[in-house]
């Protein structure tokens, strides 16, 4: 299991994105899988910086990456405002142009990218976003 | 992240390189919005040397397509995407809103 914290900024996404692929190449994902991986941390990680720090600085991510037998359990870690992924409403892709939702898209992906999103927020010891993806 | 511009007589050929993010989609939006400014409205988006998009950089490509359309008096089309971030625009339902060239002198002779 890797660990790491990183600080809440969106140019550190880069490295956030970094993480996540060694720790699915050592887990023997795909380079196509690994694209997908990186996407959906990189998602979470923008949500939280955005919506759950939205206004604070000096605050940071604890990311890890873990191996389960076939699976990688991805988890992130903050403090801020809960942020609940599962609460977010789907964008409507049949929508045309004009219509066209801005927002919603990064979980939206998430949940396409994964396998299982999961997400608990607590008051002590902060909110907590599970994703796994069973290599195929 | 890296943009270059170059303007022809149709439309103007954007090229953006490397990876587009949270950290780097407000840039290319506003190279965008300048082509805008500058009162132009068909734009193709070079894609060939993109290595990662993620939605931060599909918003930014929704704004600026919104613009463009806007009053008929342009549109934004897509250049040589690579096969994951096409995925990833299919998967987004965002493949239908905009028209994809395979290489550059298609999308400026479409215009």
């Known amino acids: 299991m890797s660990n790491i914290t ?4 969106f140019d550190l996404l880069d490295e956030i994105r970094e993480f996540v692929a060694k720790a699915a190449r050592e887990g023997g994902f795909s380079e196509k899988a690994i694209y997908s991986l990186q996407l959906a941390a990189d998602e979470a990680a923008s949500n939280i910086i955005e919506h759950a720090y939205e206004g604070i600085s000096n605050a940071n991510i604890d990311i890890s990456c873990d191996m389960q037998g076939e699976t990688l359990v991805i988890t992130m870690r903050d403090t ?21 939702q801005i927002g919603g898209l990064g979980v939206y992906l998430m949940r396409k990218l994964m396998d299982e999103v999961s ?10 976003l599970t994703m796994t993806k069973r290599r195929g | 992240m890296e943009i270059t511009t ?22 290319f939006s506003k190279a965008l919005e300048k082509a805008n400014d500058n009162g132009h409205y068909k734009l193709a988006v070079d894609m060939s040397e993109l290595e990662y998009m993620s939605s931060a ?7 600026s397509q919104r613009n463009c359309k806007r009053y008929n008096r342009g549109e934004l089309v897509l250049v040589s995407v690579p096969e994951r971030i096409r995925e990833a625009l299919e998967l987004a ?15 400026v002779g479409s215009f």
């Open chain 1, 6 to 9: 990183f600080p809440a900024k």
């Open chain 1, 80 to 100: 801020g405002k809960p942020f609940d992924p599962s609460k977010v409403k789907q964008p409507n892709l049949k929508a045309d142009l004009s219509d066209r």
């Open chain 1, 119 to 128: 997400y608990v927020s607590n008051s002590k010891t902060g909110n907590l």
């Open chain 2, 6 to 27: 170059q303007e022809f007589k149709h439309c103007d050929l954007i090229k953006v390189k490397g990876r587009v993010d949270s950290s780097t989609a407000p840039d």
């Open chain 2, 57 to 63: 950089g599909f918003r930014a490509l929704l704004g």
């Open chain 2, 93 to 107: 339902g965002f493949t239908e809103l905009f028209k994809t060239f395979d290489d550059s002198i298609a999308a």
